[in-house]
């Protein structure tokens, strides 16, 4: 699973560049957590948040025979979700897996979400940097040839689909031709055919979209984040926009806790204090790739979740929504906490 790695730094009033610390995704924020308490303790499933239960779900399901991602990704997917706009490539596979997994019904479904990419060697052989569907399996070729991510787009009721590039959707489009829209039932979502040929919904009021702009001071990177759907003048069709004065160009600032963007010709602002999960404020991102762009996330946590995960005994310690927290595997129902290496880093999970 890919991490977004999104680090953010806080800040009061700004108009650029500057600020704060919001761990934005799955490197400085995330869902909120449970915690059993220093040393364990848990006392039982039915006391975890329902977001840390259903991240050791998965994760215990995924270690038997799969890859376990770590409790810190998957209680940073909340936030990271908000940027599917955005991203592209392995990473938003990865967000739509994550997705599959957090549906499935039971592990035979959360297993089945990303298959084996040792399997899909032929497929990648002479496609190097491509993304494809191999049956309505979507897969991620890298560089050289060989397969670096899939998803089994049947696993979570959709088709692999491939136009500019592929993905998993459900109501195919042609993306040289079809028009986005307004949805007729809901004012602030989008709907627009993606590169890969099938309709997408985008929720105005929580998703980012992002610009590079090269100027004299060099390349600039701005999030947009509108507020409803509707025509977008600086795309010169339907978009996310604000809902307030008009701007001219691309822009984005914190005003204490609510982030302000030019979006399509009238600026947005977003307070983000008064989403969820709780505990979000404006800042900037330090890292990855959405570096320099404005976004809501966590602010001054004490720990970030691109940080390594650890087991002491039977419990597993981790980083919950900024904050240190442990819990008792035992306790939870599962045999004991258990470590794996992934994508650089120390994961823990709940044994099965």
Same mark, same amino acid.
């Given at each position: 699973?890919?991490?977004?790695?999104l680090s953010?730094?806080?800040?009061?009033?700004? %108009?650029?560049?500057?600020?704060?610390?919001?761990?934005?995704?799955?490197?400085?924020?995330?869902?909120?957590?449970? /915690?059993?308490?220093?040393?364990?303790?848990?006392?039982?499933?039915?006391?975890?948040?329902?977001?840390?239960?259903?991240?050791?779900?998965?994760?215990?399901?995924?270690? %038997?025979?799969?890859?376990?991602?770590?409790?810190?990704?998957?209680?940073?997917?909340?936030?990271?979700?908000?940027?599917?706009?955005?991203?592209?490539?392995?990473?938003?596979?990865?967000?739509?897996?994550?997705?599959?997994?957090?549906?499935?019904?039971?592990?035979?479904?959360?297993?089945? $979400?990303?298959?084996?990419?040792?399997?899909?060697?032929?497929?990648? /052989?002479?496609?190097?940097?491509? %993304?494809?569907?191999?049956?309505?399996?979507?897969?991620?070729?890298?560089? !050289?040839?060989?397969?670096?991510?899939?998803?089994?787009?049947?696993?979570?009721?959709?088709? $692999?689909?491939?136009?500019?590039?592929?993905?998993?959707?459900?109501?195919? $489009?042609?993306?040289?031709?079809?028009?986005?829209? $307004?949805?007729?039932?809901?004012?602030?979502?989008?709907?627009?055919? /993606?590169?890969?040929?099938?309709?997408?919904?985008?929720?105005?009021?929580?998703?980012?979209?992002?610009?590079?702009?090269?100027?004299?001071?060099?390349?600039?990177?701005? /999030?947009?984040?509108?507020?409803?759907?509707?025509?977008?003048?600086?795309?010169?069709?339907?978009?996310?926009?604000?809902?307030?004065?008009?701007c001219s160009?691309?822009?984005?600032?914190?005003?204490?806790?609510?982030?302000?963007?030019?979006?399509?010709?009238?600026?947005?602002?977003?307070?983000?204090?008064?989403?969820?999960?709780?505990?979000?404020?404006?800042?900037?991102?330090?890292?990855?790739?959405f570096a320099?762009?404005?976004?809501?996330? !966590?602010?001054?946590?004490?720990?970030?979740?691109?940080? %390594?995960?650890?087991?002491?005994?039977?419990?597993?310690?981790?980083?919950?929504?900024?904050?240190?927290?442990?819990?008792?595997?035992?306790?939870?129902?599962?045999?004991?906490?258990?470590?794996?290496?992934?994508?650089?880093?120390?994961?823990?999970?709940?044994?099965?």
């Amino acid at each position: 699973m890919m991490l977004l790695g999104l680090s953010l730094l806080a800040c009061g009033d700004d %108009d650029g560049k500057g600020g704060g610390e919001p761990g934005g995704t799955s490197s400085g924020a995330g869902g909120g957590g449970g /915690s059993g308490g220093e040393g364990g303790g848990g006392g039982g499933p039915a006391e975890l948040d329902p977001r840390v239960e259903a991240c050791l779900r998965i994760n215990a399901c995924d270690a %038997d025979g799969g890859a376990p991602v770590g409790l810190q990704a998957c209680l940073g997917h909340e936030l990271d979700q908000r940027w599917a706009w955005a991203t592209t490539g392995a990473r938003r596979l990865g967000l739509a897996a994550m997705d599959c997994k957090l549906a499935a019904d039971d592990c035979a479904g959360v297993r089945a $979400c990303t298959p084996a990419v040792e399997e899909l060697g032929a497929a990648c /052989s002479e496609r190097a940097g491509a %993304d494809l569907c191999e049956g309505d399996t979507w897969v991620i070729c890298d560089d !050289l040839g060989a397969p670096l991510a899939a998803m089994d787009c049947a696993a979570a009721g959709l088709s $692999c689909m491939s136009d500019f590039n592929a993905g998993c959707g459900a109501e195919p $489009c042609d993306y040289a031709t079809t028009q986005a829209a $307004c949805d007729p039932e809901d004012a602030d979502v989008l709907v627009e055919c /993606s590169p890969a040929g099938f309709l997408t919904r985008v929720h105005c009021p929580s998703q980012y979209n992002l610009v590079h702009v090269n100027g004299r001071e060099g390349e600039q990177v701005f /999030s947009i984040a509108g507020e409803t759907c509707g025509f977008d003048e600086q795309r010169g069709a339907l978009g996310c926009v604000g809902t307030g004065e008009a701007c001219s160009f691309f822009s984005q600032r914190c005003d204490g806790a609510v982030l302000e963007t030019c979006a399509g010709g009238k600026l947005g602002r977003r307070d983000c204090a008064a989403l969820e999960p709780a505990g979000q404020g404006c800042g900037f991102v330090q890292s990855g790739p959405f570096a320099g762009a404005a976004s809501c996330g !966590l602010v001054g946590g004490a720990c970030d979740l691109g940080s %390594d995960e650890a087991c002491d005994g039977a419990v597993l310690r981790y980083c919950s929504w900024g904050e240190p927290a442990a819990l008792d595997c035992r306790a939870a129902g599962y045999t004991g906490c258990a470590t794996a290496e992934q994508g650089g880093r120390t994961v823990a999970y709940c044994a099965p």
